[in-house]
C-alpha cells in the first residue's frame, strides 16, 4: 500500500539558512511521481516541485530541489537559501502511475516550517 | 491560464442540514479530486472523477457524494452535517499524465 512518512511535526531555521524537509514513501508500484506542496495559512495549496520515478536526474525549481534517493525510497525537499515567506506547512506527495491504478495522491502528515529573522 | 476555482471561499452550517461545494478546473484538465482536511486528520481522499465518471472513492460515509458535468466542473456534496465534517475542502484537477495536482484555495466548512 502507498504510504507517505514525514518524520517532523516542525523546524525552526534562521533566515537565509539552507533547509532540507525529510520524506519517505513506500510502494508497489514500479512508476510513480512524487511532490512537495506548500500550504501557507491561507490555506491553498501550492505546487513546488515533482520528481518521476523514472527520472534520472534530481528536480529542481529555482531555490526548491528535491533529493531523490531511490533505492532508499527518500524524497527529501531542500530549500536554498530560505526567507520569511518559506514559513508554511509543507506536504510531500506520491501518486501512482501505472494506466490501471485508481488515480490519487497521498499526503504525508506535513511539517510546518518556521523561518526565523 | 486560470486556475482551479472552488466557491464558496467559507460557508457555515448547522447540524443536519446539506452543503454542496463547487470546483471549476483548469480548461482542459478533466481528472477532479476531492480532499478533506482536518487538524486531527490530515489530508484525506474523498473521490476523484473523470469525464463524469467516479473513478476512486475514499473512506468515507455515503452522506459524501460528489458528480462531474460534462464541461468537468465537479460538485461535492455533504448531508445531513456533522460537526466532526468542519474541514478545509481541497479540489485538486489534474490532466492525468505525469504531472502534478493544482489544488484550488479550498472551501472552510465550518459546522455549528
Known amino acids: 500500500a502507498q504510504k507517505i512518512t514525514q518524520t517532523q511535526p516542525g523546524m525552526f531555521v534562521q533566515e537565509k539558512e539552507a533547509v532540507t524537509l525529510d520524506c519517505t514513501y513506500d510502494?508497489?508500484?514500479?512508476?510513480?511521481?512524487l511532490f512537495w506542496y506548500k500550504q501557507p495559512s491561507s490555506g491553498e495549496m501550492i505546487f513546488l516541485i515533482y520528481?518521476?520515478?523514472?527520472?534520472?536526474q534530481n528536480a529542481t525549481e529555482g531555490r526548491y530541489s528535491l533529493n531523490f534517493q531511490k533505492a532508499r525510497k527518500s524524497a527529501n525537499l531542500v530549500i536554498s537559501a530560505s526567507q520569511l515567506g518559506d514559513s508554511a506547512m509543507y506536504f510531500c506527495?506520491?501518486?501512482?502511475?501505472?494506466?490501471?491504478?485508481?488515480?490519487?495522491?497521498?499526503f504525508g502528515k506535513g511539517t510546518r516550517l518556521h523561518i526565523l529573522p | 491560464k486560470a486556475g482551479v476555482t472552488q466557491t464558496p471561499r467559507y460557508l457555515i452550517k448547522t447540524r443536519g442540514q446539506q452543503v454542496t461545494l463547487s470546483c471549476s478546473p483548469i480548461?482542459?484538465?478533466?481528472?477532479v479530486s476531492w480532499y478533506q482536511q482536518t487538524p486531527g486528520q490530515g489530508l484525506q481522499f474523498l473521490f476523484e472523477?473523470?469525464?463524469?465518471?467516479?473513478?476512486n472513492k475514499g473512506n468515507f460515509p455515503g452522506r459524501f457524494s460528489g458528480r462531474q458535468f460534462s464541461n468537468s466542473r465537479s460538485e461535492m456534496n455533504v448531508s445531513t452535517l456533522e460537526l466532526g465534517d468542519s474541514a478545509l475542502y481541497l479540489c485538486a484537477s489534474s490532466p492525468r499524465d505525469r504531472g502534478g495536482y493544482t489544488f484550488g484555495s479550498g472551501t472552510r466548512l465550518t459546522v455549528v
Open positions: 480548461s482542459g484538465h478533466r481528472s
Open positions: 472523477y473523470f469525464s463524469e465518471t467516479q473513478r
Open positions: 520528481q518521476g520515478s523514472y527520472d534520472q
Open positions: 506527495a506520491m501518486r501512482e502511475l501505472e494506466a490501471d491504478r485508481d488515480d490519487k495522491i497521498i
Open positions: 510502494t508497489s508500484d514500479p512508476s510513480y511521481g
